[in-house]
């Protein structure tokens, strides 16, 4: 049986506006354990910035989420 995905519309998201978003953890399980982990997603995010810029006014990483706001 062959089952195709069907891609996600693009959202509209005029500049101008706040986005706040968020991951957390399945059952407070950790995301980060040591620093090199907070290290590692700090350089995720620079390389996303680089081919995508977007200003984050904001964010927080905890052991176990990280807020964005953008």
Known sequence: MVMSIMPRANRFAPG???F???NR???GQR?????????AFED???ETL??????ICRY???PNYWHLVL
């Open 50 to 55: 680089e081919k995508l810029p977007i200003r």
């Open 16 to 18: 101008g506006m706040v």
């Open 60 to 62: 927080c990483l905890m």
């Open 44 to 46: 995720a995010i620079v």
């Open 25 to 27: 953890s399945m059952g």
């Open 20 to 22: 706040h978003l968020l």
């Open 31 to 39: 995301l980060f354990e040591k620093p090199a982990d907070d290290a």
